[in-house]
Nanobody, 128 residues
Framework: VQLQASGGGLVQAGGSLRLSCAPS????????MGWFRQAPGKEREFVAA??????????SFAASVKGRFTIYRDRAKNVVYLQMNRLNPEDAADYHC????????????????????WGQGTQVTVSS
């Protein structure tokens, strides 16, 4: 499985961006999918995750983005989106999407080691 991430760019503080991640060769709903980010000189950190089980969808967000970011799937396009609103300079980072075929319990969604598939990064820059 290859993950194709895109949508990064330069945006002013307060603006919005939408990142997309498409798993090639399989259906997104077969995975738990997450977004992580890493800024220069900082540790990689969890941003958001989404999983499907028994017909229901669950999402999880880092405290720093809760209420500003959403994660959702376009089933027809087989793409998972990370909608980022009210961006601030602290959101600037290289964003990576990740996926695992495992069902992750909520407490494990933010652990990068749980994901075996990773896409290339897409850069998000926020000007103040």
């Amino acid at each position: 499985v290859q993950l194709q991430a895109s949508g990064g760019g330069l945006v002013q503080a307060g603006g919005s961006l939408r990142l997309s991640c498409a798993p090639s060769g399989d259906t997104a709903s077969r995975f738990t999918m997450g977004w992580f980010r890493q800024a220069p000189g900082k540790e990689r950190e969890f941003v958001a995750a989404i999983r499907w089980s028994g017909g229901s969808t669950s999402t999880s967000f880092a405290a720093s983005v809760k209420g500003r970011f959403t994660i959702y799937r376009d089933r027809a396009k087989n793409v998972v989106y990370l909608q980022m609103n009210r961006l601030n300079p602290e959101d600037a980072a290289d964003y990576h999407c990740a996926a695992t075929r495992d069902y992750l319990i909520t407490s494990r969604l933010g652990h990068a080691a749980q994901y075996e598939y990773w896409g290339q990064g897409t850069q998000v820059t926020v000007s103040s």
